[in-house]
């Protein structure tokens, strides 16, 4: 897969693994994580790696890896299908910015609808501290976002929310969980759709 996805990614430098484990190692790569909180400056450059991710294409390597991991969440899972190449692990973390802007932890790409990940990043900002319009208001920047049907986010933002919510009952000692079930039902409510309630 790394081939795929270099140079938004750093590329494999060399692969080992046992019966249990496979660990790879990655060229060397000098930067910071993102700012993603409201003013940053780092946010054009984070839905401009975005964008990149979007333009790539679709690997038959990629072809079976059906995103379905909302299916349980929402009674219209139809609507996440597509054709697009995922990234789905979007996060300050995820993003590197230095000389140039690293996308890393490729953990779980799948095959989607486009506007999830530029959705994702929505979910992120508002937990970010970022209001649901202002959230919105960037993930407009990425042409897969601007040419979804708002039927298709409706869904995907229900979904998140009865899945976070649903999460972070079974872990209530995971600080994390209890942040993204508050953003998810943000945005949801934003969005005038079930924000928790069981399906």
């Known amino acids: 897969m790394n081939s795929w996805v270099h140079p938004i990614s750093p590329a494999v430098q060399w692969q080992a693994e046992d019966p249990e484990w496979i660990a790879l190692g990655f060229e060397i790569v000098r930067g910071r994580h993102a700012d993603l909180t409201a003013g940053s400056d780092d ?38 299908r597509g054709d697009a190449l995922l990234y789905t692990d979007i996060h300050w973390s995820n993003i590197i910015i230095g000389e140039r802007t690293w996308a890393v932890d490729w953990a779980w790409p799948t095959r989607g609808a486009a506007v999830i990940d530029p959705a994702l990043l929505v979910i992120q900002l508002i937990a970010a501290g970022h209001s649901p319009e202002q959230a919105e208001e960037w993930a407009s920047g990425c042409p897969a976002w601007k040419d979804a049907d708002s039927e298709v986010i409706d869904a995907f933002a229900a979904a998140n929310a009865f899945m976070y919510r649903t999460l972070a009952d079974r872990r209530p000692d995971e600080p994390w969980l209890s942040a993204m079930a508050t953003a998810t039902r943000t945005w949801a409510h934003h969005r005038a759709v079930p924000g928790d309630e069981a399906r």
């Open 43 to 80: 946010l054009p450059t984070v839905v401009e790696v975005l964008n990149r991710i979007g333009g790539l294409p679709l690997p038959e390597v990629a072809v079976d890896w059906h995103e379905t991991r909302w299916d349980r969440y929402t009674d219209r899972p139809e609507l996440l």
